[in-house]
């Protein structure tokens, strides 16, 4: 018995000196075969992120090393984790409610379906670009044009499952069958927005870059957000089960935008949230909360409030939203392919001129 208790005792002991390495394990010095992270004067001023001193990731690297650099320590791995880690959760959530609601022949269900597929999407082309956008300059802009589309698409999916299941009939009457056309083409103009943000990095003063990001998807959000506002504001807390999660979303996205346009605690801390404090950390852990509560609203607005949508949208309108999903993304991903045209365009004028 005494030989069994120091057996355990023996591999309990090795079990946490393996966890007291783990954060070495995570630090580049850890692999010998794995370039070390640089300071931001030390990569071209296309890559620096404002604020962010140290961390980044040498360019031109095989592929391999940027994908086990999401297990090493730099200035994107909690970028990276907090979207992925997202991303799974929302994979299971997926699959908890294909356990309850028929998403592909309930064709009132597939609103949701939709919003479940954006989600998945933008979160999954968020981990792709902050991976694998530090390879090039060219990378970066493919990638990040494409997590550009995700959250366009991701835009239409919101404004899909709040103009079907949360708008009150009144709000039917004054809007009509407009909604949904505006939606698409605001999420055209945000992805377009942003990409071309991106695209004028190099001749745009910062905040002016920010302005072209956020104005057009601050307008998106607006309107496709109007028919949960209109809810809420009728005051119907006490026998809305979905009041709560709809608040709660609209709370995280707020949090969202301040962090999103705002570098807030590196501003103030230079250098200090290398790894660890970035606004667009906060950013993404806020936007996960908030698609949560989002697709959580949602489902409980698609079982309890059939008797108000139903008789409004009949099933065909629920096929032309999921058409219109795809021409949104189609468009979005040919607005993106336009965009990166530009950019290699320029990006081969700049290595000629040189």
Known sequence: MTTIVMERIGRLFISLQQIKQFPRLLSSEASPSM???L?????PHFFRERYVRAGYRPLHQCWRY?????????????N???HLLAFLTLLAKMSHVAQTVDLARDRHAWPLLILLLSALNYTAWSVAAHLLGGKSE???YAFFFLDYVGVAQYQYGSAAVHYYYAAEESFHRRVGAMFMPVAALLSWLS???CCYGKYRNHTLPPWVRKVGQVAPSTIAYVWDISP????LLLGKADTDPAF????????????CAIFFAFPVLERWWPGGCDFLGQGHQLFHILLSCCTMCQIHASQLDYSRRRQVYAPQHGVDRAALFLCLYGLTLLVCLLIAAFMLRKAKRLLDRQAKSK
Not at 39 to 43: A, G, P
Not at 71 to 78: D, M
Not at 228 to 231: M, Q, S, Y
Request: include cysteine.
């Open 39 to 43: 300071r931001d004067t030390e990569v």
């Open 80 to 82: 990276i984790w907090t």
């Open 138 to 140: 060219l990378c970066h």
């Open 35 to 37: 370039p070390g992270t």
């Open 244 to 255: 709560a999660y709809h608040l709660s979303h609209i709370a995280f996205f707020l949090g």
């Open 228 to 231: 949960v506002a209109h809810r």
């Open 191 to 193: 992805c377009l927005g």
């Open 66 to 78: 940027y994908f086990l650099s999401a297990f090493r320590r730099h200035n994107e791995t909690v």
